[in-house]
């Protein structure tokens, strides 16, 4: 935990952190925050592949996952963990990096799936990406092709006590070594590999940015970095998109 | 002789016209046609004008590297013969330029268009020759048969190490997955010592 140590002497905004000082009282608000925090999760309704297809019994009434006070939620921002439910191609992979940047912290991956893991019955494939936790941090895996809901809740349950724990780090890793995972991004999608989210920003927000923040790969990205437009708009169609002559 | 022929006398007559065709029957419902590839297009005109094939359920395209051909297949369905006919035809692999059929059928556009990404053969004349599926895709085309998938991936993705402590165990007592390296399915890169991130 040197990184945390070197945040703390250059910002004074407090990081939370395991274990620590020899006063039981001290951590009190800390550990109940964790405890509240682990006991009502939203789940992004966002699945990439075939094994989102455990998560409807796993969230009705046999498996029930609300009693674990787990629900899902359909909009990133309100939402606490993120769910890759099987491979995820190059395609794919661009849409769940936007989604996991525009989560609120503390946010949660879990990988659920052996595609996750390593590709699983893609592991051929041109298309498929490999090793998540190249790309995002993943908090946990649940392996399987597919895991049963019951190992969905048993991961869920571990995820939960991950984050009771303060275990479940993952996002604080994104912001501390951003440039390790922006050089494996930008690696698969190109140097000009751009998100409108600036986790820079973020990370210095949330009192997270470390030396390991920035380097070649975000020297990169500030080279080319364009500042976000507003949606182009069209009415009717263009002579290009007209069937008939 | 009446003038109406019955709608298999047509196909028959149709298939008549044109010199260098090769019927199969396959089966019942299913009748293949190898043709040249500069008379395919007039034939699916009568075909679908004159005998009721007006439904081309799909082009398919199949890599023959060894001959330096493509072969292109045109399903063809007729509802009122309920037959399908599958023309084949067969171009140079290089430069890999067709006409486009859609002037004919039009999904045939869609076809095309997926054949253009998959194994980079370009249609003349199709409306529109952009990307489809492979929309980030900057690679060459994948489903030709040269295309080494897994050269591909072991450039572009890593794999995880998996080496849990049971399968270390095994392997101390001489069991394990034992694949001598060249028999392995998959060849990692270097193989590197489990990394020491957990």
């Given at each position: 935990?040197?990184?945390?140590?070197?945040?703390?002497?250059?910002?004074p905004?407090?990081?939370?952190?395991?274990?620590g000082s020899g006063?039981?009282?001290?951590?009190?608000?800390?550990e109940?925050?964790?405890?509240?925090?682990?006991?009502?999760?939203?789940?992004?309704?966002?699945?990439?592949g075939?094994g989102a297809i455990?998560?409807?019994?796993?969230m009705?009434?046999?498996?029930d996952?609300?009693?674990?006070?787990?629900?899902?939620?359909?909009?990133?921002?309100?939402?606490d963990?993120?769910?890759i439910?099987?491979?995820?191609?190059?395609?794919?992979?661009?849409?769940?990096?936007?989604?996991?940047e525009?989560?609120g912290s503390?946010?949660y991956?879990?990988?659920?799936?052996?595609?996750?893991v390593?590709?699983?019955m893609?592991?051929?494939?041109?298309a498929t990406?490999?090793?998540?936790n190249?790309y995002?941090?993943?908090?946990?895996y649940?392996a399987?092709?597919?895991?049963?809901?019951?190992?969905?809740?048993?991961?869920?349950?571990?995820?939960?006590e991950?984050?009771?724990?303060?275990?479940a780090?993952?996002?604080?890793?994104y912001?501390?070594?951003y440039?390790?995972?922006?050089?494996?991004?930008?690696?698969l999608?190109?140097?000009?590999?751009?998100?409108?989210?600036d986790v820079?920003?973020?990370a210095?927000?949330?009192g997270?940015?470390?030396?390991?923040?920035l380097?070649e790969h975000?020297?990169?990205?500030?080279q080319?970095?364009?500042?976000?437009?507003?949606?182009?708009?069209?009415?009717?169609?263009?002579s290009k998109?007209k069937?008939?002559? | 002789m009446?003038?109406?022929h019955l709608?298999?006398?047509?196909?028959?007559?149709?298939?008549?016209?044109?010199k260098?065709?090769?019927?199969?029957?396959?089966?019942?419902r299913?009748?293949?046609?190898?043709?040249?590839p500069?008379?395919?297009?007039a034939?699916?005109e009568?075909l679908?004008?004159?005998s009721?094939?007006v439904?081309?359920s799909?082009i398919?395209?199949?890599?023959?590297?060894?001959?330096?051909?493509?072969?292109l297949?045109?399903?063809?369905?007729?509802y009122?013969?309920?037959?399908?006919?599958?023309?084949?035809?067969?171009?140079?692999?290089?430069?890999g330029?067709?006409?486009s059929?859609?002037?004919?059928?039009?999904p045939?556009?869609?076809?095309e268009?997926?054949?253009h990404?998959?194994?980079?053969?370009f249609?003349?004349?199709?409306p529109d020759m952009?990307?489809f599926?492979?929309?980030e895709?900057?690679?060459?085309?994948?489903?030709?048969?040269?295309?080494?998938?897994?050269?591909?991936v072991?450039?572009h993705?890593?794999?995880?190490?998996?080496?849990p402590?049971?399968l270390i165990?095994?392997?101390?007592?001489?069991?394990?997955?034992?694949?001598?390296?060249?028999?392995?399915r998959?060849?990692?890169?270097?193989?590197?010592?489990?990394?020491?991130?957990?």
């Amino acid at each position: 935990m040197s990184d945390n140590e070197l945040v703390n002497q250059q910002f004074p905004v407090k990081v939370e952190q395991p274990g620590g000082s020899g006063n039981i009282f001290a951590r009190v608000f800390d550990e109940l925050t964790a405890f509240c925090r682990s006991r009502s999760l939203f789940i992004l309704h966002y699945c990439t592949g075939c094994g989102a297809i455990e998560l409807p019994p796993a969230m009705t009434s046999r498996f029930d996952m609300e009693r674990l006070g787990i629900s899902p939620m359909v909009s990133p921002r309100q939402a606490d963990i993120l769910l890759i439910t099987g491979y995820v191609s190059v395609k794919t992979l661009k849409r769940v990096i936007l989604t996991y940047e525009q989560m609120g912290s503390p946010k949660y991956v879990i990988g659920i799936c052996s595609c996750t893991v390593n590709g699983g019955m893609y592991w051929q494939s041109y298309a498929t990406a490999k090793k998540l936790n190249d790309y995002m941090p993943v908090d946990l895996y649940i392996a399987g092709c597919m895991p049963r809901p019951e190992a969905v809740i048993t991961g869920l349950r571990q995820l939960m006590e991950n984050i009771r724990r303060g275990e479940a780090n993952g996002w604080q890793d994104y912001y501390q070594r951003y440039d390790h995972y922006l050089g494996h991004q930008q690696r698969l999608f190109g140097e000009t590999w751009q998100t409108p989210t600036d986790v820079i920003a973020e990370a210095k927000h949330y009192g997270l940015f470390s030396n390991e923040t920035l380097g070649e790969h975000t020297k990169l990205l500030q080279q080319h970095q364009k500042p976000l437009e507003a949606l182009e708009m069209r009415l009717g169609l263009d002579s290009k998109d007209k069937v008939e002559p | 002789m009446s003038e109406t022929h019955l709608p298999v006398e047509r196909l028959s007559i149709i298939l008549g016209e044109f010199k260098d065709v090769r019927v199969r029957k396959r089966g019942d419902r299913r009748t293949r046609v190898d043709v040249e590839p500069d008379a395919l297009p007039a034939l699916l005109e009568l075909l679908k004008g004159r005998s009721g094939f007006v439904h081309l359920s799909a082009i398919s395209c199949v890599d023959w590297p060894d001959d330096d051909q493509f072969e292109l297949v045109y399903h063809l369905w007729s509802y009122e013969l309920q037959l399908l006919v599958s023309v084949h035809t067969r171009i140079a692999r290089d430069p890999g330029v067709y006409v486009s059929v859609y002037d004919i059928y039009h999904p045939a556009g869609f076809f095309e268009r997926d054949i253009h990404e998959m194994y980079g053969v370009f249609f003349e004349g199709a409306p529109d020759m952009e990307k489809f599926i492979l929309t980030e895709w900057d690679g060459p085309p994948p489903m030709r048969k040269e295309f080494d998938s897994e050269a591909w991936v072991n450039d572009h993705f890593d794999w995880q190490n998996y080496r849990p402590d049971w399968l270390i165990e095994l392997e101390q007592q001489g069991g394990g997955i034992v694949i001598p390296p060249d028999e392995q399915r998959f060849s990692r890169r270097g193989m590197q010592e489990p990394d020491d991130e957990s």
